[in-house]
């Protein structure tokens, strides 16, 4: 498979609990863009990296929210002390020097 | 702050008619305007694009146009099919590469 990928495809975690998302993009894409969608809204964006720079990254990202892309080619997305307000599905979208984007099938998490 | 509008947020059609949504976005420095159709459990999945360059687009059945005076823009699905049936997002890029997506629509078409 080619396409974007993201593991794991679903996560329930306790509130509190720290969690850790992958995303791998398609293999010559450099931009990679993560986003949460919450049921029955658009995706929200989240961050943005063009190789392994995170260029933008939303106001609405608390300190909880951290993201990498240590060589350009995956990325993580962790979120520490998770509450039941992050429930949502996290996207992962790459791109290549053209505004194109490529959605994976997201991460489902659901904090109890 | 950046906003994109979308309207309606539910459409029923005919197989056969013609379905329009409509988008309003805040940001001038906006430049490209994607639209993405996503079936239900599924992944976003871009269908058209324009930029802000061009004033109408068109593939097959689905064409996109853009007025970027009036700071609006609208999808255009002609002879609707069952299978057309899913939620349909607007997008845009307000400099940097940060989409800002509308809330969705959710189009039925009924066979």
């Known amino acids: 498979d080619t396409g974007v990928s993201q593991d794991p495809r679903h996560k329930i975690t306790k509130r509190g609990q720290n969690v850790t998302f992958r995303c791998d993009p398609i293999s010559e894409h450099n931009r990679l863009y993560w986003y949460r969608q919450t049921l029955g809204q658009g995706p929200e964006f989240l961050t943005y990296?063009?190789?392994?720079?995170?260029?933008?990254k939303s106001r609405l990202l608390s300190d909880r929210f951290s993201a990498e892309r240590p060589k350009g080619s995956f990325s993580t997305l962790e979120i520490q002390r998770t509450e039941q307000g992050d429930s949502a599905m996290y996207l992962c979208?790459?791109?290549?020097?053209?505004?194109?984007?490529?959605f994976g099938p997201g991460t489902r998490l659901t904090v109890t | 702050g950046e906003n994109v509008e979308q309207h309606p947020s539910t459409l029923s059609v005919q197989e056969g008619d013609s379905a329009v949504i409509k988008c309003t976005y805040s940001?001038?420095?906006?430049?490209?305007f994607p639209w993405y159709k996503q079936e239900l459990g599924k992944r976003p999945q871009l269908i058209i694009d324009?930029?802000?360059?061009?004033g109408e687009k068109k593939d097959q059945r689905i064409a996109v146009t853009l007025n970027k005076t009036a700071k609006h823009f609208s999808l255009h699905i002609t002879e609707t099919q069952p299978e057309d049936s899913a939620v349909y997002f607007c997008a845009t890029y307000t400099g940097g590469f940060k989409t800002i997506f509308g809330a969705g629509t959710r189009l039925f078409v009924k066979a």
């Open positions: 990296f063009q190789n392994e720079a995170q260029l933008e």
């Open positions: 324009i930029r802000s360059n061009v």
């Open positions: 979208a790459s791109s290549w020097d053209s505004y194109e984007q490529y």
């Open positions: 940001d001038s420095a906006s430049n490209y």
